[in-house]
Nanobody
Framework: QVQLVESGGDLVQPGGSLRLSCAASGIIFRIYNMAWYRQAPGKQREWVASFTSNRNTNYVDSVKGRFTISRDNAKKMVYLQMNSLQPEDTAVYYC?????????WGQGTQVTVSS
């Protein structure tokens, strides 16, 4: 059974930082591409960042220079370091593992940026 479990979401002030974590099980982690998505209230889920199995990283323009995705294949973990957080970053953040037609999601972790 595939499981992705996110953690690290919290309430943070504008300009603050958070590190999200996603623990994977039930997949051969090293061959999967990993991504973070987010969904703000009333909006569609949007892709935020990805870290492919061949170690390519990409980011949506709105987080470039502020967010960093990383992965640890030995621990089967993927992370999202988020700096200089802004209110518009408020959303539920989801971890995604994808390979060919297979795509798995975590349950999400809430990030709220507010003073």
């Amino acid at each position: 059974q595939v499981q992705l479990v996110e953690s690290g979401g919290d309430l943070v002030q504008p300009g603050g930082s958070l590190r999200l974590s996603c623990a994977a099980s039930g997949i051969i982690f090293r061959i999967y591409n990993m991504a973070w998505y987010r969904q703000a209230p009333g909006k569609q889920r949007e892709w935020v960042a990805s870290f492919t199995s061949n170690r390519n990283t990409n980011y949506v323009d709105s987080v470039k220079g502020r967010f960093t995705i990383s992965r640890d294949n030995a621990k089967k973990m993927v992370y999202l370091q988020m700096n200089s957080l802004q209110p518009e970053d408020t959303a539920v953040y989801y971890c995604n593992a994808y390979l060919s037609a297979n795509s798995y999601w975590g349950q999400g972790t809430q990030v709220t940026v507010s003073s």
